[in-house]
T-cell receptor, first 115, second 117 residues
Framework: AQTVTQSQPEMSVQEAETVTLSCTYD???????LFWYKQPPSRQMILVIR??????QNATENRFSVNFQKAAKSFSLKISDSQLGDAAMYFC????????????FGKGTKLSVKP | SQTIHQWPATLVQPVGSPLSLECTVE??????LYWYRQAAGRGLQLLFY??????ISSEVPQNLSASRPQDRQFILSSKKLLLSDSGFYLC????????????????FGEGSRLTVL
């Protein structure tokens, strides 16, 4: 069975500082994607960053970057220069299953940004 | 560009009443379609997914059902709502995904908040 675990229910960061959100996963699939989604108070899920499992290079998207450790099955998200608009629930997700593309989520980390 | 819409945004229903949430995707063809539920303070749970018209797979046994009458239309239904059906429901779509493609991510609708009283 595929699982995604986020061990930090809540995190807090000072504006302009850096924060890292943790995620571990388990899968028996050889091909899969990993994602971080952001869910602001408006509740719509927004894709932050994605990582293809076959790529060794860590994905980067502006202030967002990941540390993908495939052997350890770890996929953390680093947010640099945190902004007030980064405050949201962050979900780690695992996509597997070929053409049907099953996406399973962790339980989320609530990030607060202090001015 | 592709867009996804779901409605209604908010719904308050009595126990035992029927439910119909609708989701449509525009700007793409033959998408994979999904219904997720998010209970308060919890992550997202996959309820149903569909890879084509009339093809529905259920992930969990429940009081709900899904249908895909058209290529870009996905409907979540119930004949009799339970209190436990309350939650935030999200429809999503993705491109047909194969290993090595650049796609794969899900794009979500705005969500529908259902309160069963």
């Amino acid at each position: 069975a595929q699982t995604v675990t986020q061990s930090q229910p809540e995190m807090s960061v000072q504006e302009a500082e850096t924060v890292t959100l943790s995620c571990t996963y388990d899968t028996s699939e050889s091909d899969y994607y990993l994602f971080w989604y952001k869910q602001p108070p408006s509740r719509q899920m927004i894709l932050v960053i994605r990582q293809e499992a076959y790529k060794q290079q860590n994905a980067t998207e502006n202030r967002f970057s990941v540390n993908f450790q495939k052997a350890a099955k770890s996929f953390s998200l680093k947010i640099s220069d945190s902004q007030l608009g980064d405050a949201a629930m962050y979900f780690c997700a695992l996509l597997y299953g070929g053409s049907q593309g099953n996406l399973i989520f962790g339980k989320g980390t609530k990030l607060s940004v202090k001015p | 560009s592709q867009t996804i819409h779901q409605w209604p945004a908010t719904l308050v229903q009595p126990v035992g009443s029927p439910l119909s949430l609708e989701c449509t995707v525009e700007g793409t063809s033959n998408p994979n379609l999904y219904w997720y539920r998010q209970a308060a303070g919890r992550g997202l749970q996959l309820l149903f997914y569909s890879v084509g018209i009339g093809q529905i797979s259920s992930e969990v046994p429940q009081n709900l059902s899904a249908s895909r009458p058209q290529d870009r239309q996905f409907i979540l239904s119930s004949k009799k709502l339970l209190l436990s059906d309350s939650g935030f429901y999200l429809c999503a779509w993705s491109q047909y995904w194969t290993s090595g493609s650049l796609g794969g991510e899900l794009f979500f609708g705005e969500g529908s908040r259902l309160t069963v009283l």
